[in-house]
């Protein structure tokens, strides 16, 4: 079992920056990937950005390209979301979660972590 904590939200003004980190725990932790995905009110949950934890190749969405970068520390089992140039628009629960090794679909989620953005 993964356990995956989240820190790091809170309220910014527009243009700000955050940096959202994602802690994860279990017996044995290792993972194919790693991701954010937020929720906006009254929206559906949508995914923001991935890194493979071997190797480090990422994928953005385009929302957020050129703004977010997403990183990890394979030693600490850490993941990380650097958020700049930060608009009302990203206003949003933020959530990290993993695909297991060998497996393809994200399957542990952490409880989320508020970002908000005031114009």
């Known amino acids: 079992q993964v356990q995956l904590v989240e820190s790091g939200g809170g309220l910014v003004q527009a243009g700000g920056s955050l940096r959202l980190s994602c802690s994860a725990s279990?017996?044995?932790?290792?993972?194919?990937?790693m991701g954010w995905f937020r929720r906006a009110p009254g929206k559906e949950r949508e995914f923001v950005a991935q890194?493979?934890?071997?190797?480090?190749?990422?994928n953005y969405a385009d929302s957020v390209k050129g703004r977010f970068t997403i990183s990890r520390d394979n030693a600490k089992n850490t993941g990380y979301l650097q958020m700049n140039s930060l608009k009302p628009e990203d206003t949003a629960v933020y959530y990290c979660?993993?695909?297991?090794?060998?497996?393809?679909?994200?399957?542990?989620w952490g409880q989320g972590t508020q970002v908000t953005v005031s114009s």
């Open positions: 979660a993993t695909v297991p090794q060998g497996g393809g679909m994200y399957v542990y």
């Open positions: 279990g017996r044995t932790f290792s993972a194919d990937r």
């Open positions: 890194i493979r934890w071997s190797g480090g190749s990422t």
